[in-house]
T-cell receptor
Framework: GQQLNQSPQSMFIQEGEDVSMNCTSS?????WLWYKQDPGEGPVLLIA?????ELTSNGRLTAQFGITRKDSFLNISASIPSDVGIYFC???????????FGKGTKLTVNP | GAVVSQHPSRVICKSGTSVKIECRSL??????MFWYRQFPKQSLMLMAT?????????EQGVEKDKFLINHASLTLSTLTVTSAHPEDSSFYIC????????????FGDGTRLSIL
């Protein structure tokens, strides 16, 4: 089935640094979603991408839908302590609205 | 934006008990909702798709008689974990498609279920 390979698994950075994480698949996705999950809470949508090549920003976050439709990346600029959490990429399985999730990138920001 | 409310946020109960978790879409109708399970330090795994007015569809390996889903209205889906055992302890999260259907999915805050 469709799988999403998300990397890196974890990141430890200093406050103020930029962060980049990505998601790849052997299958084509028509939508890429990026979520953030804080401990004990549900995922919160950060950015949704619907078109190959699309580059979308949400504040300090920027995400791109790869031109091959098999990858996406998320960048966070000038990280702050509240950026700490687990970031997941997700995409709908072919022909359905069911989501498959990457394994997540755990971000730690040292003040 | 679309808000999904989940209740309760935490449940602790004895083995053998049945537990009901509610998922509500606030201010919008959700004909389709989804139930996920998340074990510690792992990703979200889809358990089932909840369809208003019809039977839920379950993912492979998920026991439909163990995890009962009812979607009786356009704003409420319930998941009942029947005769829960310690191995059912997990973080259960629901989601709904955006108003009008389609991505992205919006998630509830999750329910931490602990079976003693």
């Amino acid at each position: 089935g469709q799988q999403l390979n998300q990397s890196p698994q974890s990141m430890f950075i200093q406050e103020g640094e930029d962060v980049s994480m990505n998601c790849t698949s052997s299958s084509i996705f028509n939508t890429w979603l990026w979520y953030k999950q804080d401990p004990g809470e549900g995922p919160v949508l950060l950015i949704a991408l619907y078109k190959a090549g699309e580059l979308t920003s949400n504040g300090r976050l920027t995400a791109q839908f790869g031109i091959t439709r098999k990858d996406s990346f998320l960048n966070i600029s000038a990280s702050i302590p509240s950026d700490v959490g687990i970031y997941f990429c997700a995409g709908p399985r072919g022909g359905s609205e069911k989501l498959v999730f990457g394994k997540g990138t755990k971000l730690t920001v040292n003040p | 934006g679309a808000v999904v409310s989940q209740h309760p946020s935490r449940v602790i109960c004895k083995s053998g008990t049945s537990v009901k978790i509610e998922c509500r879409s606030l201010d919008f109708q959700a004909t389709t909702m989804f139930w996920y399970r998340q074990f510690p330090k792992q990703s979200l795994m889809l358990m089932a798709t909840s369809n208003e007015g019809s039977k839920a569809t379950y993912e492979q390996g998920v026991e439909k008689d163990k995890f009962l889903i009812n979607h009786a209205s356009l704003t409420l889906s319930t998941l009942t974990v029947t005769s829960a055992h310690p191995e059912d302890s997990s973080f259960y999260i629901c989601s709904a498609l955006s108003p009008g259907g389609g991505q992205p999915q919006h998630f509830g805050d999750g329910t931490r279920l602990s079976i003693l």
